[in-house]
């Protein structure tokens, strides 16, 4: 078994930074893409940022120049730097990956969501 667990979450004021850390644990063979998603009060999910096993990104526009996200395949960990945070992406943060696992092939997993809160 195979699982996402994220950390970094909090409360911030209009223009500060919080980084997101999303660490894959379990029988792992290999990580492949990993993504960071948000999901809005009474909004879908929508996707924020990807990164893929050799480390090419793509990200929404709304957040290109201000969030970058990265990842350390060692430590199978993705991270989500977000800065000059705007009240609107007040949200749950949640990390996807698709990860190959002993003996259960590709997995698609998330994490648990972290909440952040962004204030005027």
């Known amino acids: 078994q195979v699982q996402l667990v994220e950390s970094g979450g909090g409360s911030v004021q209009a223009g500060g930074s919080l980084r997101l850390s999303c660490a894959a644990s379990?029988?792992?063979?290999?990580?492949?893409?990993m993504d960071w998603y948000r999901q809005a009060p009474g909004k879908q999910r929508e996707l924020v940022a990807t990164?893929?096993?050799?480390?090419?990104?793509n990200s929404q526009a709304a957040v290109k120049g201000r969030f970058t996200i990265s990842r350390d395949n060692a430590k199978n960990t993705v991270y989500l730097q977000m800065n000059s945070l705007k009240p609107e992406e007040t949200a749950v943060y949640y990390c996807?990956?698709?990860?190959?696992?002993?003996?259960?092939?590709?997995?698609?997993?998330w994490g648990q969501g972290t909440q952040v809160t962004v204030s005027s």
């Open positions: 379990g029988s792992i063979v290999s990580v492949n893409a």
């Open positions: 996807y990956a698709n990860i190959r696992a002993y003996r259960l092939g590709y997995q698609d997993v």
């Open positions: 990164i893929t096993s050799g480390g090419r990104t």
